[in-house]
């Protein structure tokens, strides 16, 4: 059985901990909240152009962990590393800079509510580049056709569905055409076939462009749709990281559990 808290790597392409290639990596990350310790020694790395999903239950500190490669949380000890540099000792300049090679679909949308679809979609590029309009334009166009709603620029976001606002926030997060892309949940509340759209594109994203990727899923299918490796949070710390052909196979008790697979 893997000790808790030390991330078991089968997969030997893609070390744990402290790669030279890391594109994102957790050097023994801890934050609580008052007492409450979420996240607890966690290390784990992705390499450049890698999808990694991170599995784990309602409260384990997904979204925590998503939050730190932002800048919107910093390490109570710890170092969280993109392309080797240490996020939280950025300055705001440099953490801004950062957030346009990123993208971030917000597990709850986050959408603002007195800008319609087009305008929320065109945010990051008003806010952190100075391309022309026209140019905005046809971007925010081509994302909205990406996530399959076309027709949706003038809807404000109250006159949307939730399985399309998820939509909007996913095109909002690919609209400065980032390298590194973290979805929380992004398949939530979204029907099987929009669901598979999604995957597709996650999937074409690292494939075609070389995005390094953390996905934050439940979904089995959708985790073997598009991860190249998937990490299971517990207690805090990586569990195990692995490809997901030996984590779905893993006899791990933990895990088993996790699955229900654990009662006959
Ligand atoms: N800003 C905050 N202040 C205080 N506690 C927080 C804060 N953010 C998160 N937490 C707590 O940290 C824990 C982990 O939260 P997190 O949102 O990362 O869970 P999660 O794994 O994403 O869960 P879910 O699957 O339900 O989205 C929770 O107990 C949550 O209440
Ligand atoms: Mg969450």
Redesign the pocket.
């Known amino acids: 059985m893997a000790p808790l808290n030390q991330a078991e790597t089968t997969d030997q392409s893609a070390p744990t901990g402290q790669g030279d290639e890391a594109v994102i990596c957790f050097d023994q990350v801890s934050k609580s ?2 007492d ?1 310790q ?1 996240l607890r020694d966690l290390s784990f790395d992705v390499t450049s152009g890698r999808t990694l999903a991170i599995m ?10 998503l ?1 730190h490669i932002i800048g919107l ?1 910093k390490p109570d000890s710890g170092r969280v590393l993109i392309e080797g540099q240490e996020v939280a000792a950025l300055s705001s300049k440099e953490i801004a800079k950062l957030r346009i090679r990123m993208g971030y679909v917000f ?1 709850e949308g986050a959408l603002i509510n007195w800008l319609n679809v087009g305008e929320n979609v065109a945010l990051p590029l008003r806010e952190n580049s100075d391309l022309p309009d026209s140019e905005i334009s046809d971007r925010v166009q081509e994302k909205l056709e990406m996530v399959k709603v076309p027709d949706a620029w003038n809807k404000m976001p109250a006159e949307i569905s939730g399985g399309m606002k998820k939509r909007i926030g996913i095109a909002r997060a690919l609209i400065t055409e980032p390298e590194i892309i973290l979805y ?2 992004p398949n939530a509340g979204l029907d099987p076939e929009i669901a598979r759209a999604i995957n597709q594109i996650i999937r074409e994203l690292g494939e075609t462009l070389d995005v390094t990727s953390i996905v ?1 899923e ?1 979904r089995i299918e959708c985790i073997k749709a598009v991860a190249d490796e998937v990490l299971f ?1 517990h207690e805090g710390g990586a569990l195990i990281q692995t490809d997901p052909a030996s984590f779905f196979a893993s006899e791990h008790p933990r895990l088993k559990r996790f699955f229900g697979t654990d009662t006959p």
């Open positions: 909240f008052g409450q979420v784990g239950p309602s409260g384990s500190g997904k979204s925590v962990t939050r949380m597990q929380d949940e934050v439940h949070l």
